[in-house]
């Protein structure tokens, strides 16, 4: 099927998007589908609809663009309490419609919307999910999934009451580096992963950078760095390791204890998880790293690789390490996570099947960041995880 141009631009929307259906066009001229999101584009009245719920840095920096690359997905709806935002950025995509907080129940009453994207602050996750749903809408909820894991099992047994699909936003299962040292751990050359180092942090900046602020207040954010940022080892870890499962894990508080950044969630952790195979994933996590750390290891019984930087929106690289010397292996380009994400979605969502990172999978790993707490807490004795 050929790329209709009009039609991506009415998709996604306006001039902005213009650049983006000119990229598709220029691949797919070449014979060269978007790696990441290898689907034929449908006409824009047969993708889903889907509304974006908290137009913050990265719903405007990456989400909505992705619906520019997008093959199955359109966008349909806004919600924002900023009515000035909101005006604006639906004029910028075309997007017919826009809801307040306060009418957000409403999007009940329209057919437009399948899928509702929720990007807002983690403590207001659950709550936002489990109104959507109660819509009626299937919900991709950005990662961590929420607060707690009483949270995270309300949100799994309202998408269960609703028949909707519930998935959470973990980006990197669609980001082809990732999925590149996926296929080769699944293949001959690696072997039987012994090792996986994690490694993934930044400098918290609330003064300079104001989406920095509720990440550091309990009540928004759920956790300190092991929730915004840690979770990207934990979660791409497990994706490597399909198949194993963690038995225990152990952690220490690594971050200054005197900064003032860190009165109400913690600044940095260490953390140990042993799986089921005796292979072993170590990481750390940080709001006290400069530069951006986000490194992943993974050490076989026959070689490596290495990835630096491993989960980022756009630079992803990944090296094969053996036999002494040290290959870089080629793979798409990351930017297109994000349009994959929200294709693979919509397919589940019309299928009415399982996400590939289903609300379980959140719900897994706000599991295992508790128990890393309570490690931590316990001076960094093993905490058993066996039926997580
Ligand atoms: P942000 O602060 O830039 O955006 C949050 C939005 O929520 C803002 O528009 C804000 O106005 C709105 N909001 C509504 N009620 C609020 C309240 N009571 N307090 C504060 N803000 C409120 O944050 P962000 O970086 O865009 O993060 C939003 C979500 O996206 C978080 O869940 C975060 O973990 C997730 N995220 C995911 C990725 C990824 O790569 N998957 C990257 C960054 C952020």
Known sequence: MAINRRDLLIASGGALTAAMAGRALAQEAQGQPLMGNPTLPLPPQQR??????????????????????????????????NPEKLARLADTYGVEHT????????????????????????????EYTIRALEAGKHVLCEKPMASTSAECEAMIAAARKAGKVLGVGYRVHFEPTNQAALAMIRGEDIGPLRHIRAEHGFQADPENWPPHRWRLEKQLAGGGS????????I?????????????????????????ARFREVEGGVDWRITMRSGAVVSGSSSYCYAPYHSK?????????????????????????????RETQIPAGAPYTQFAGQVDAFSEAARAGRPHATPGEMGYRDIRLIEMAYRSADQGGAPVSLEGI
Not at 226 to 233: A, L, R, V
Not at 302 to 308: A, E, N, P
């Open 296 to 324: 992943q290891t993974y050490i076989g019984a026959k070689s490596s690789l290495r990835m630096d930087p491993a989960t980022t929106y756009y630079e992803n690289a990944l090296w094969h390490e053996h036999g002494g």
């Open 235 to 259: 979660n791409t870890s497990l994706m490597m390791l399909e198949g194993d499962a963690p038995m225990s894990i152990s952690a220490v508080y690594a971050y200054p204890r005197d900064d």
């Open 99 to 126: 809801y307040s907080y306060d009418d957000y129940d409403s999007i009940v009453d329209n057919p437009d919307i399948d899928c509702v994207q929720i990007a807002l602050p983690v403590g207001l996750h659950a």
């Open 48 to 81: 889903m609809g889907w509304a974006v719920v908290g137009l913050g840095s990265f719903a405007v920096g990456q989400l909505m663009p992705a619906f520019g690359d997008a093959n199955r997905s359109r966008l349909t709806a806004l919600v924002s309490g």
């Open 226 to 233: 092991m929730y915004d940022i840690g979770i990207y080892g």
